[in-house]
């Protein structure tokens, strides 16, 4: 679709006699799920690092960390057409795996005080995330693709204002979402995708008075599997340089 829509403006330049047309293309994921380079439709001009936009002040620095789950089994989880792990048979390890108890006890031990996105791998693991968070005084929501527009619209708002302490979704608050305050994202679901996983950790890295950072609560390993974004270890690196 993405070349298609390329070549059509192309075609369309070239018919009205004004020749091909200079493109700008912008993205803060320049990783494609599938590996494949964005270098066959661009010439990189300009590139701005995550790194270098903590050290500018434009991102929060995320802490990490890390409560894996003992008893997940990924080996009969097959990968979709995508590249990322099936969803029905991932959502089936992840309960297994006892996902949403892990889940309850990292967020009393590390987010207390914090505005919490968690990601899920489905939908049965983020409803029942929420009725587990509630058991425990937290106030917890969770959204979908399914949840009708008026209802995710009001969640999200409430989720602002801090209202609700935390959101529970499946591949909702990922791409688009401003949230500013949020400074806790819990990864709850693995993921093969890099976009996607810097997508999540995103969410927390925005600016916000009072904000000092983002606090990245990794239940599945997905810091790990990304590790373009160990941001503590990437920045100390970065400050040795600079003090030598």
């Keep these: ?103 309850v006890e990292a967020l009393g031990e590390f987010g207390r005080g914090r505005r919490v996105i968690v990601f899920t791998a489905t939908v049965e693991q983020a409803t029942l995330t929420p009725d587990a968070l509630c058991a425990q005084g937290w106030i917890a929501r969770w959204v979908s693709g399914e949840t009708p527009t008026a209802i995710r619209r009001n969640l999200i708002r409430a989720f602002r204002v801090g209202e609700i302490q935390v959101l529970c979704n499946v591949d909702v608050l990922t791409e688009g979402t401003d949230i500013p305050p949020v400074d806790c994202v819990v990864m709850a679901r693995p993921t093969r995708s890099r976009p ?7 969410r927390g890295l925005r600016p916000s008075p009072g904000k000092v950072d983002c606090l990245v609560i990794d239940l599945v390993g997905a810091s790990n599997e990304h590790r373009m974004i160990v941001a503590p270890i990437l920045l100390a690196e970065e400050r040795a340089k600079k003090a030598a």
């Design 1 to 103: 679709t993405f070349g298609r829509l390329l070549t059509a403006l192309d075609e369309a330049g070239e018919a009205a006699g004004t020749g091909v047309p200079y493109k700008l293309g912008l993205t803060a994921t320049p990783d494609r799920a599938d590996r494949k380079a964005l270098s066959v439709y661009w010439r990189l001009a300009k590139s701005y690092s995550i790194i270098r936009a903590i050290e500018a002040g434009h991102l929060v620095e995320p802490t990490f960390e890390q409560r894996f789950l003992p008893d997940l089994n990924l080996g009969d989880v097959k990968t979709s057409e995508d590249g990322d792990f099936n969803e029905a048979a991932l959502g089936v390890a992840m309960l297994a795996a006892h996902v949403v108890e892990h889940t």
């Design 196 to 202: 996607r996983y810097m997508q999540g950790l995103g």
